[in-house]
């Protein structure tokens, strides 16, 4: 057999070689590992992403917040009445327009979330490891750029 032959390779399956479909597979495999983890503390996994967003920022309108979290809009309206209720998030107007509503996570909500961040962090290790600490720097450089390119104005 001749060498060339042995560096012919049979293409990809298209959804093994699209990136969306790589992203979104990759996602739900590694999400759903952890939201185990969510659900089982007795938030959804809607509220974890809430809780996690707001975690390091000093508010977000409720729109960010759909964006970010990648929700509907209505849902997440409706979990911040319940999370409100419970004392884990505040709402409050936006400083020069009234119109928009902001959000912030209250010391309690803070309380709630800073362990689930931890185990989080330690589970993305776990998932990182196998590819060294540069290229999984990399991965997460190359997503960030991704998603500014493609998030539009906002």
Do not use: C
């Not at 495999?29 to 509220?47: D, M, N, P, R």
């Amino acid at each position: 057999m001749s060498d060339h032959l042995l560096d012919v390779h049979e293409p990809l399956p298209f959804v093994d070689d699209y990136l969306p479909a790589l992203l979104a597979q990759a996602s739900e495999l590694i999400s759903g590992e952890f939201h185990e983890v969510v659900q089982a503390s007795g938030l959804s996994v809607t509220e974890w992403r809430i809780l996690a967003t707001l975690a390091s920022k000093p508010g977000l309108s409720i729109g960010g917040l759909a964006d970010i979290t990648v929700s509907k809009q209505p849902t997440v309206t409706r979990l911040l009445d319940r999370m409100e209720s419970k004392d884990y998030v505040q709402r409050y107007a936006h400083y020069s327009d009234r119109r928009i509503t902001m959000v912030r996570i209250t010391p309690l909500g803070r309380t709630i979330v800073a362990d689930l961040m931890a185990q989080a962090k330690d589970h993305e290790r776990r998932v990182l490891q196998p590819f060294g600490l540069k290229r999984a720097e990399n991965l997460k450089v190359t997503l960030r750029r991704i998603i500014e390119l493609h998030r539009g104005p906002g």
